[in-house]
């Protein structure tokens, strides 16, 4: 389906630790947000100068009798650049980023469990659609942030299906086996594409293990072994992350259904605390269409 990048207003309240948030427009089915930074004289910046001036984004949305839902949970910029956009996209085509933030809500190298088209997201049941955008307490490069929804102008739907990107803060300053069980499962109608765990400026992992129910699904990997499914399955492992892909044949773990959901991650070198991202789908088996 034909897609179209359609301007709302700029975001307001930029500046120093600032809370930036904004409502925008559920006419159209939406298929992803792009963000446009600009600083002086109107020249766009670079990822860098972007990831400097962003604390984190977060977008959510109020279907109308439901509680709020996130797509994303107080993400920082520079994951939204690995995460959502170098580890799927650098093996078609390298691309430097510059000026703008794509955010997707579709992946489409899904297929089996879930079907890509599904997760657009639709507005007809959608009272409040909302972006925060939280700036660092810097002296800021950013001077202009355009918001620019990319959607599709047929018949609107209801939300249905849709991936929430969210993070986890863990602490941890030792070496060894961390057994790890707080990560979501055992939710109705979900599914886990997968997670990524950031492994901030100090933690090296010999290698993780998964299970699920008890059964083994994820045998103690080690980086090599891991990153070479990854390429295998067209991803490109980002430096700084371990990437455990559910979804390398183009599916995702039915994580609704566990009972138990448990990792070991064997750290060689102690992280300074760290961070997973889960990628989640929820509505699983939603209709989209009213």
Do not use: C
Not at 10 to 18: A, E, R, T, V
Not at 70 to 99: C, H, M, N, W
Not at 154 to 179: C, D, F, H, K, Q
Request: hydrophobic share 40%; charged share 20%.
């Amino acid at each position: 389906m034909k897609t179209f990048l359609v301007k709302e207003a700029d975001l307001p309240n930029i500046g120093q630790n600032k809370l930036a948030t904004m409502p925008i427009g559920t006419k159209f089915n939406h298929h992803g947000l792009m963000l446009e930074f600009t600083k002086a004289a109107g020249a766009s910046m670079s990822e860098a100068e972007i990831i400097a001036d962003v604390e984190n984004i977060s977008i959510s949305l109020k279907p109308a009798g439901a509680e709020s839902v996130r797509l994303l949970k107080d993400v920082p910029a520079d994951v939204i650049f690995d995460i959502l956009g170098k580890y799927r996209e650098q093996t078609r085509s390298a691309y430097t980023y510059a000026g703008v933030i794509y955010i997707p809500f579709t992946r489409d190298d899904l297929g089996l469990l879930v079907d890509p088209n599904a997760l657009v997201i639709g507005m007809a049941n959608i009272e409040h659609y909302t972006l925060q955008v939280k700036f660092k307490d810097v002296v800021l490069t950013t001077v202009k942030v355009g918001v620019l929804p990319e959607v599709d102008k047929g018949p609107i739907r209801p939300l249905g299906e849709y991936v929430a990107l969210e993070r986890w803060e863990r602490m941890r300053s030792t070496t060894g086996i961390e057994n790890v069980t707080e990560l979501p499962y055992g939710i109705p109608s979900t599914a886990l594409i997968g997670y990524h765990i950031d492994l901030g400026a100090t933690g090296v992992l010999s290698d993780v293990e998964v299970r699920f129910d008890g059964e083994l699904i994820h045998d103690p990997m080690t980086d090599p072994q891991n990153k070479l499914l990854l390429h295998r399955a067209r991803r490109t492992p980002v430096s700084g992350y371990w990437h455990v892909d559910f979804n390398r044949k183009g599916s995702a773990l039915p994580i609704g259904v566990a009972k138990s959901f448990r990792q070991k991650f064997n750290w060689s070198t102690a992280p300074n605390n760290y961070d997973v991202y889960t990628e989640m789908v929820y509505n699983l088996g939603a209709k989209n269409y009213a």
